[in-house]
């Protein structure tokens, strides 16, 4: 069926910020979707409050509105729009829960808008435990004993009948937030009321374990004329009972006989037919594996994560393709865009193995809970294709990213047998190498496959002769067949270098000595039935190389690989601009990342992608073929700036960052010399080897100190501390983070912290936007709130910036971007870092001040002026309005982990928020960050000494605006004493009622509480901002945050005040 | 180490597995990423070497359950990897133990994605798997010598008749190289099932009073067999007929239309067909080398029903009096996609119909008598 005519506008929801269980991969299938829709025709109106995205360029839709996706703001963009329809299954999890509060507020009826792609009855019932669990009953879909409940009493009472373990799935969440196994009624208890307590509608499923069962995926796709394909299955490596997302998936399965593959596939078209959902839908199923006997798990009726993942793995781009068919096409009138020939109605083909590997926070958040389970907790995930399940597998591990390229961890060489026992049942973020370690030592893989609850044979075996080939590398001879054949299994140089004491540059010279250097094969799918052009490569070391390298001018750019912590979706999109701008100049631009989720891997934004881990040995394979000009490293965050050394020694020019800035800005004796050289004022400090060094040093500056060790990625391991004490306390818990490196302690400066972005040509300097944030310097920038245009900057300081700006960036012959972050202490602007290259705020800035800085930075890059480009030297124009970007966290994911703000990052995304004043946009953006900003309630204040009289203007303005007060004893006196009526509580386990009681029954909005001591973790204060993110509830850590909170309240309502007469009138 | 080579020269040093002896057949390419169990055990690849180009063969063993027949007629097998240590419930052994204990050899370690694209490129070609130390010129002019095969249906036919007896419908099943998968849908709707020889006569067929007959799938050129499409020619009119693969492009020799040799054929599990009548499309199993030619149908009786997605071939037929109907692809699937079981009841009430109809006309006759 063509497509309908009689829709003219359509309004796509987004998925707002990145969250743990909601990534990029909405990037990619909104941007796919708005993309897919203008081509038909379609006027596209999106609704995504995240900044950091692809889709909300105003080039991807007709009218982007970054507004909060609540109800309240959705209706306005309904209002002011009137759109035809509304196409909610791109956006994830909030997308379709915006769809059903919007149903249900019934302005769709009144609007006359149309649900497109998943009629509201699919997504009830395939949210809503009960209904689901109704229609695969009356469909006859098998699915494992369980019950709905909404309390934790019924919990325990159904958990009594079917025996332990059980699952808890809360209802109407994503990631399976709030949920997980419990394996006796203390656990389920405490999870029942977690997941109670996530769920919207209050209702858990309390499922029998199924735990062991090989746990498979299909990827489905339906139109409106019934045509129903599978795009993909995958299958886990890690049996049933650890989140799809958190598990190591294999495409397309690889222990299921057909027999078994068609059985599933029926059941997973079956439901998709009952569903009638026109769009793609994602199936989880868990299959005993050892007989026919399977069981429904889960069903996605939208695009999700899995499908962004099955897109990349098969070359099959299912949002693309949804959004067509939501509009009423038919998939076999839709010409299949990688053939080019034949049709989207067929099933790929491939002739690949694919694995996703998870990519954690656990190196940011080492004092985190590592266990997996049902709640998911990975950041993001790398993919990684190969012709054998082994190359695929290391190929992935050398994705991610870690210490080491390969299956191995130095630590675990010296783990306790029981140690490591402990972690193969449990499964945690490491397990994977443990297993290797495991193998090292002699384990059979039948005793592995019992301590693992069931991890299949055959992934085991593979793993095994991985091991068995290292022993062989280790002890054996190695000549030109046995590096062939260890290359082949996917060793990277690394790996071999390890084994048989080399370096890797030895390895490297080598093996390209005796020829063996991998070909590229295309990724088509149709496993080269039709001929395609899709300029979709992965490397292996076979035969045939089908990426033939074009005689054209051309750029290579380094994507930034998995997202994580502190290296978002952002450098994604600095990276597409980047490469868009390269097609623009008429350059061939070849893209290198592993991220299946983002844009950047889409093969129709870039001329060539290349799907290969972003380890020197891969990236000089890519560049060894393709000779380009020039590579590109400034956008692809941290993971790109760490191969410049390697590039660099390998002759390969860098475009933009050079090694020089880059040491001139990370090596702490030159960035002094720099600086002082150029005549800039910075915090004083020293760099320091041992504990004593370390107490000279603090007296001599004086606290508070920020220290840090002196190779630091993105705050890791820095902190602030204020006594001897706490000095001594990180030197102990630190250790091992600086590991022979220098610490490097400054002096702490209280102030406002300026953030100014930057685009040099080596001559000239331009300025987009200069940011100031609401916290203090100390908090990480990409955890505060950030306004543009500053507020509280004055003329003079923000001169200071440029000048300082201006200085370095042509001292370091600077070509591209560049930030600085500066602090702002007694009326001077202090230099407290540059980093030659772009920032996580690059999108929001270019968004705002409509200055395209990656592709600008892209065309300097390249040897064009700032001058050519039209630009003039110093700031650009401000718009009208204010600008917030306001942090997101995804801390109820993760337990145990501390969420006070401190200098190492914990953010998981952002959001904006943009009005005319300051309030306004606060309000906007905290509220689209998920924050509940009740102007009537109560306040819980707990603040440290070092706090407590800062803290008393915030107190008062609570209690003015009609807040209760309650405090802990210590905070409670302070405010006594200010005359202002507070209720005292008791510290965290004392007699009478508790902070924990406080908010465990829910009678505050809002927890204001400060570190007391650092390095405490199991301290009262842990307790209390846990327990307050557990009840989600805002707990402040900042007082800076705190303050512009009341601020916003107080902009939002009105005190009552009894009217006195003005002092001199009555005289 | 074994090689294998092309009759255009091409040449893949790998590592052999299964049975060591050299052989020598045509060289084609099956896309499905499962179910090489029963792709090695169809019949219809009788005389070739099949490549797979999912690139790990073997992973979950072979089975007792999931043959299409007891002896393959598989010439040769080539894999990228094959899995000496398979994992599922079901693993009886690997591959490689099978396809020793069948006399059938395979060679692995090969590039088969570049032989894949050879073979797109260049179609269907004869091949060698050979041992490494036999000189290339030596295997050529084997395969120089060696003629392409022309007696496939015969050698994978059922030497005699047999019953699977059923209380339902009696279908008689012509066997030109009848996969199981067939036979088990009959039995699966209770039908009493006679399978015959490749060369039963349509008076012999008719003789076993059957309620309808199903011409079985087959290796090879279907003008291969000229005394098949006789029979098919008498029986047209006499009895519903249902034709699968090479039993419907025989229909379509017997109705007066052509058939010719594909570039490199449909082979795999994902392959799209278009149903005309109701628009909708399924994805199918497919594995078949020749097919009729679209043009060749216009002056016979019958219509084309269904076609190819990927490249508009000839799909389906039905008779556009006689209660005929024929599909290329496997409703039987195994392997493959079920999507299109539903063939096998339309022809039983394909069947029910016929009775009918035949009942009122008998009754006619009689009345007007």
Not at chain 1, 117 to 125: F, K, M, N, R, S
Not at chain 1, 818 to 843: C, D, H, M
Request: with cysteine.
């Amino acid at each position: 069926m063509p497509k309908r005519t009689d829709l003219t506008k359509i309004l796509v929801i987004g998925s707002g910020p990145i969250v743990i269980g909601q990534a990029a991969e909405f990037d990619y299938s909104g941007t796919q979707a708005c993309q897919s829709l203008k081509e038909e025709g379609y006027e596209v109106i999106l609704a995504n409050s995240n900044p950091a995205t692809i889709m909300t360029d105003h080039t991807f839709a007709d009218q982007v509105y970054m507004e909060p996706l609540t109800l309240e703001f959705l209706q306005k963009i309904i209002r002011k729009e009137t759109p035809d329809a509304i196409l909610p299954t791109l956006g994830g999890q909030t997308g379709l829960n915006m769809a059903v509060e919007l149903s249900e507020s019934g302005i769709l009826e009144e609007f006359n808008v149309e649900l497109l792609g998943t009629p509201l009855d699919a997504i009830q019932q395939a949210e809503d435990r009960e209904k689901f669990r109704a229609l695969m009953h009356e469909m006859n879909q098998p699915v494992p004993e369980s019950e709905i409940v909404s309390t934790v009493e019924q919990a325990l009472d159904f958990a009594e009948t079917i025996g332990f373990p059980v699952i808890v799935r809360p209802a109407y969440t994503m990631g399976g937030a709030g949920g997980g196994m419990c394996d006796d009624a203390a656990q389920l208890k405490e999870i029942a009321r977690s997941g109670l307590a996530a769920s919207p509608v209050s209702q858990c499923l309390i499922e029998k374990n199924i735990a062991g069962f090989k746990e498979v995926e299909y990827e489905v796709m339906r139109d409106g004329a019934d045509n129903k394909i599978v795009v993909c299955n995958m299958e886990n490596f890690d049996p049933v009972g650890i989140h799809t997302g958190d598990s190591i998936v294999v495409a397309p399965s690889q222990t299921l006989s057909d027999r078994e593959y068609q059985m599933l596939r029926n059941a997973s078209l079956e439901i998709i037919q009952a569903l009638q959902i026109e769009g793609g839908c994602n199936v989880q199923l868990a299959l005993d594996p050892d007989s026919f006997q399977y069981y429904i798990i889960e069903v996605n009726p939208r695009v999700s994560r899995s499908s962004a993942l099955a897109s990349k793995a098969t070359g099959y781009p299912i949002a693309k393709l949804a959004a067509k068919i939501a509009v009423g096409m038919t998939l076999d009138e839709i010409k299949n865009p990688v053939t080019g020939t034949t049709y989207a109605c067929f099933e790929p083909a491939l002739d690949y193995v694919v694995t996703k590997i998870p990519r954690w926070p656990f190196d940011k958040f080492a004092k985190g809970n590592r266990t997996l389970g049902t709640q998911m907790k990975a950041t993001g995930e790398v993919m990684s294709i190969g012709r054998s399940f082994e190359e695929s597998l290391l190929k992935g591990i050398r994705s991610l990213e870690g210490d080491t390229e390969e299956l191995y961890l130095s630590y675990a060489e010296h783990m306790k047998e029981e140690d490591l026992n402990r972690r193969l049942k449990k499964a945690d973020d490491e397990r994977i190498f443990l297993i290797a370690e495991a193998l090292r030592r002699g384990y059979s893989i039948e005793s592995l496959h019992d301590i693992t609850g069931g991890i299949d044979l055959f992934f085991l075996y593979k793993l095994q002769r991985i091991i068995q080939l290292e022993k062989k590398v280790a002890h054996g001879e190695m000549d030109g067949s046995l590096l062939e054949k260890v290359k082949k299994t996917g060793f990277s140089d690394q790996q071999i270098a390890r084994l048989t004491n080399r370096e890797e540059a030895e390895v490297r010279e080598w093996r390209r000595s005796h020829g063996i250097r991998p070909v590229y094969k295309m990724v088509d799918t149709c496993a080269g039935e039709f001929e395609s052009e899709t300029p979709y490569f992965y490397s292996s070391y076979e035969d045939e190389n089908e990426a033939i390298p074009s005689g054209n001018k051309k750029v290579l750019v380094i994507g930034s690989g998995p997202i994580r912590i502190g290296q978002g979706v952002e450098f994604d999109y600095a990276t597409v601009h980047s490469v868009l701008a390269l097609k623009e100049m008429g350059y061939e631009a070849i893209i290198m990342n592993n991220n299946p989720e983002t844009v950047s891997t889409d093969f129709s934004v870039s001329d060539k992608l290349y799907f290969e881990p972003l380890s020197l040995e891969d990236v000089m394979n890519v560049i060894d073929l393709e000779q380009p000009e020039g590579v590109i490293v400034q956008f692809g965050g941290q993971t790109a700036i760490n191969l410049v050394d390697g590039l660099t020694k390998e002759g390969v020019k860098i475009l933009g960052t050079t090694m020089e800035s880059i040491d001139k800005t990370e090596d702490r004796d030159l960035f002094e010399q720099l600086l002082n050289d150029l005549n800039i004022p910075k915090p004083g400090g020293e760099s320091v080897k041992s504990a004593e060094e370390a107490f000279l040093a603090a007296e001599k500056i004086g606290y508070p100190l920020v220290v840090r060790p002196s190779y630091v990625l993105g705050g890791r391991a820095m902190a602030i501390v204020y006594s001897n004490e706490e000095l001594s306390s990180y030197l102990e818990t630190n250790a091992s983070a600086h590991n022979g490196h220098p610490i490097l302690i400054d002096k702490y400066m209280t102030g406002m912290e300026i953030e100014v972005d930057a685009i040099s040509d080596g001559e000239d300097v331009f300025i987009p936007g200069i940011m100031e944030h609401i916290e203090r310097a100390g908090v990480h920038s990409g955890d505060s709130m950030a306004v543009y245009p500053t507020q509280r900057l004055t003329k003079e300081l923000e001169q200071q910036c440029i000048d300082a700006t201006t200085k370095i960036a042509r001292d370091l012959n600077m070509k591209g971007l560049i930030n600085i972050q500066f602090v702002v202490y007694k009326g001077t602007a202090y230099v407290l870092e540059v980093n030659p290259r772009a920032s996580r705020t690059v999108p929001f800035l270019s968004k705002i001040t409509g200055v395209p800085m990656a592709r600008l930075a892209t065309k300097v890059l390249l040897g064009k002026t700032l001058k050519d480009e039209g630009y003039t030297l110093g700031v650009a124009a401000k718009p009208n309005g204010v600008y917030v970007k306001v942090p997101v966290f995804s801390f109820e994911k993760l337990r145990s982990v501390d969420t006070t703000l401190g200098p190492e990052m914990k953010s998981t995304g952002e959001v904006i928020g943009y009005d005319q004043t300051l309030e306004k946009a606060l309000y906007k953006g905290m509220t689209s960050a998920g924050l509940k900003i009740p102007t009537q309630g109560s306040v819980l204040l707990t603040v440290a000494d070092k706090d407590k009289s800062e803290m008393l203007d915030i107190a008062k303005t609570f209690f003015e605006l009609g807040f209760r007060l309650f405090a802990t004893e210590g905070t409670a006196s302070v405010i006594e004493e200010a005359q202002i009526p507070v209720e005292a509580v008791g510290k965290v386990g004392s007699d009478q009622r508790d902070v924990i009681d406080l908010i465990q029954q829910g009678e505050v909005q809002f927890v204001v509480n400060t570190l007391n001591k650092g390095m405490r973790a199991r301290s009262d204060g842990f307790r209390i901002r846990r327990e307050a993110v557990e009840h989600g509830l805002a707990c402040l850590t900042s007082l800076d945050t705190a303050k512009t909170i009341v601020d916003v309240i107080n902009a939002m309502s009105f005190s009552a005040r009894a009217i006195t007469p003005m002092e001199g009138v009555t005289g | 180490m074994k090689q294998l080579v092309l009759e255009d020269g091409t040449v893949f040093v790998g590592e052999g597995f299964g049975s060591e002896r050299e052989t020598i057949g045509e060289v084609v390419f099956n896309t499905g990423m499962s179910g090489y169990q029963e792709v090695i055990s169809d019949p219809s690849y009788y005389g070739q070497l099949i490549t797979f180009t999912y690139p790990l063969i073997g992973n979950y063993g072979i089975n007792r359950d999931d043959f299409e027949t007891v002896n393959p007629g598989v010439f040769g097998v080539i894999v990228k990897e094959h899995c000496d240590y398979p994992s599922n419930f079901r693993n009886e052994e690997t591959i490689d133990e099978f396809l020793k204990a069948k006399n059938i050899p395979g060679i692995s370690d090969i590039d088969t994605r570049k032989l894949t694209k050879i073979i797109r490129q260049h179609g269907t070609m004869k091949a060698m798997i050979a041992s490494s130390d036999r000189p290339i010129n030596e295997v050529l002019s084997l395969l120089e010598a060696t003629p392409l095969l022309n007696d496939q249906v015969k050698q994978v036919s059922t030497v005699k008749p047999y019953v699977v007896p059923g209380r339902g419908e009696r279908i008689v099943l012509v066997d030109f190289g009848m996969k199981h998968g067939i036979l088990r849908e009959f039995t699966k709707r209770d039908c009493h099932v006679t399978v015959v020889p490749y060369h039963t006569s349509a008076e012999e067929i008719l003789r076993l009073k059957p309620d309808g007959v199903m011409l079985s799938n087959g290796p090879g050129d279907p003008k291969d067999v000229p005394e098949a499409i006789q029979t098919i020619r008498e029986l047209i009119g006499q009895v519903p007929i249902f034709g699968i693969c090479l039993g419907h492009q025989l229909i379509a020799l017997a109705s007066g239309a052509d058939t010719s040799k594909m570039k490199f054929g449909h082979r795999g599990i994902n392959q799209p067909v278009k149903d005309l009548d109701t628009g909708r499309t399924y994805i199918t199993s497919q594995n078949h080398g020749y097919a009729v030619n679209l043009h060749s149908l216009e002056e016979t009786e019958l219509q084309l029903s269904q076609v190819s997605l990927n490249d508009n071939s000839v799909e389906g037929l039905k008779h556009k009096e006689d209660p005929v109907f024929s599909v290329q692809y496997h409703p039987e699937s195994s392997p493959g996609p079920e999507d299109t079981a539903h063939l096998f009841d339309e022809f039983l009430k394909m069947i029910d119909h016929h009775q009918k109809n035949t009942k009122e006309d008998s009754q006619c006759l009689s009345v007007q008598i």
